[in-house]
């Protein structure tokens, strides 16, 4: 499993931020391996550090890859709002992580793919050509909710701010949401990745459920 807790991730409009969403995700899938008794192994990442656990059996390995989602997913609020200077990308997460994925293994990669770029899918469809992956990208469901017109209050790194919203600029958002995620999908199933969605709002096992 490829696990994103990157600032990007540290996001919601209700509910449980993104990066929250994808550590649950994870937490979930690693369970279904323990139980269904294969090795698991992760790469769970932030934007300036790495924690890899290599495939190994699932009762050895469960306890230190819940270890790592927790500890990852705790350094986000200390982190926040301070940015970092840079950011570790999806393609450098998936050049490190090919060389610990075993041949034939089933990746699972959690994230909202905002990097998705040219040398990142040349490097997916490098892993493809000897894994099966599944994408799981985590959105938060603002655009299916947003009203024609109104006020939205916002926050970020301490500061606060209305956004008066007319009819124009909420179209301008839901069709830019909209056409980054059929973008995405569009890129990851030419490569042969399964697509799966997880909204944040929703119940995640059922989704996960329906996804697998």
């Known amino acids: 499993m490829l696990v994103d807790q990157r600032l990007d991730m540290y996001f919601a409009t209700r509910g449980q931020t993104k990066s929250v969403a994808a550590a649950k995700a994870a937490a979930l899938l690693a369970w279904r391996c323990h139980h269904d008794g294969d090795r698991v192994g992760s790469l769970i990442f932030n934007d300036t550090t ?6 190994r059996s699932p009762r050895s390995g469960l306890p230190a890859i819940l270890d790592d989602l927790q500890r990852y997913n705790r350094l986000l609020p200390a982190q926040y709002p301070a940015e970092p200077d840079g950011s570790l990308s999806l ?5 490190r992580a090919a060389h610990a994925v075993p ?3 089933w990746v699972a990669i959690v994230s909202d793919f905002h990097d998705l770029d040219a040398r990142a899918q040349a490097l997916l469809a490098h892993l493809r050509r000897r894994c099966e992956i599944s994408a799981f990208i985590i ?15 916002a926050r970020y790194a301490g500061r606060e701010a209305n956004v008066s919203l007319s009819p124009a600029l909420s179209h301008e958002i839901r069709q830019q949401i909209t056409v980054r995620l059929a973008q995405q999908q569009r890129d990851l199933s030419r490569l042969g990745i399964k697509v799966n969605h997880l909204t944040v709002a929703q119940d995640l096992l059922r989704q996960l459920q329906k996804g697998i």
Do not use: E, T, V, W
């Open 103 to 105: 041949h034939g293994a």
């Open 50 to 55: 790495l924690a890899l656990q290599k495939c």
């Open 91 to 95: 393609a450098h997460i998936l050049q």
């Open 139 to 153: 959105f938060d469901d603002l655009h299916l909710r947003l009203p024609r017109s109104g006020s939205l209050a």
